[in-house]
């Protein structure tokens, strides 16, 4: 599950990877402010595989705090960034000089999401008509899930950046 604010993503270049065609209708879009809702997860679900939320209420602040944090980490020289914590999926890594300002972020964002997350796997559930409810979200939840956060920073590759898609 990816959520990203605009304002940090306009920090780095973007480059398109493709062209629209007839063929593709685009990513399916599910607003939860919609009565129908419910029933967009599962149709999604069974046509795509994947679908995109909006109107979720993660506060746009812990998103955008988040990414301030990331991106000054991936700014650090290389020797501070190997200096990160252990890959364990459990360990709240330690990222610059002050860890607590990330740890605060990444705390913040991680149990919002995984409690959106959860919402939206049992509304899979009852839409699918599985049973028990949280037969998905239990596995979120899971102390070794590591299927919340993942940040990853892929250098410019400068013979794209001047690519005519």
Known sequence: ???????????????????????????????????????????????????????????????SKLEIEAIKFFSLPLTEKEKAGPPDPRFVAIFGGNPERFCYALNDYVSTVKKMGCEILE??????????RNVFSKLLMDEHSDSVFKLNHYPPYPELQDYEW
Do not use: R, W, Y
């Open 123 to 132: 509304l899979l559930a009852d839409g699918l008509d599985i049973q028990p």
């Open 1 to 63: 599950m990816v959520v990203l604010a605009k304002p940090a993503i306009e920090q780095f270049s973007v480059i398109k990877t493709c062209k629209p065609t007839i063929f593709f209708p685009g990513i399916p879009i599910i607003d939860l402010l919609k009565p129908n809702f419910k029933s967009l997860f599962v149709k999604a679900c069974e046509e795509f595989g994947f679908f995109k939320v909006i109107n979720h209420g993660v506060p746009t602040e812990f998103i």
